[in-house]
Nanobody, 122 residues
């Protein structure tokens, strides 16, 4: 139901915008989120957005990443700026219809995309 795109390779300081297309109305989800997992590391929550558009961010990306969605296009976005090598990871979008609070814990989300790779070189 969720398909990510937009990953790629970029140099330190560069920008990328990830997209996550949903096969169902994004308004149906109470929360959508972006997660990432670097090689050999645990999955990390990056940002969340609720039905009304309220957002939360992990401290590691606050001020650099922006999560947004376009309900008319049923698409979730993650704009990533001032990228650092430590941002290198597989990025996943996730969604749920029942969550009633912002969560950066992956286990509470029901729907997941297949991931898109982001590589930041120094």
């Amino acid at each position: 139901q969720l398909v990510e795109s937009g990953g790629g390779s970029v140099q330190t300081g560069g920008s990328l915008r990830l997209s996550c297309a949903s096969s169902v109305y994004t308004y149906n989800y109470s929360y959508m989120a972006w997660f990432r997992q670097a090689a050999g590391k645990e999955r990390e929550g990056v940002a969340t957005i609720d039905r009304a558009g309220m957002t939360t961010y992990a401290d590691s990306v606050k001020g650099r990443f922006i999560i947004s969605k376009d309900n008319a296009k049923n698409t979730l976005y993650l704009e990533m700026n001032i990228l650092k090598p430590e941002d290198t990871a597989m990025y996943y979008c996730a969604a749920d219809r029942e969550i009633g609070y912002p969560s950066l814990v992956g286990s509470v989300y029901t729907y997941w995309g297949q991931g898109t790779q982001v590589t930041v070189s120094s």
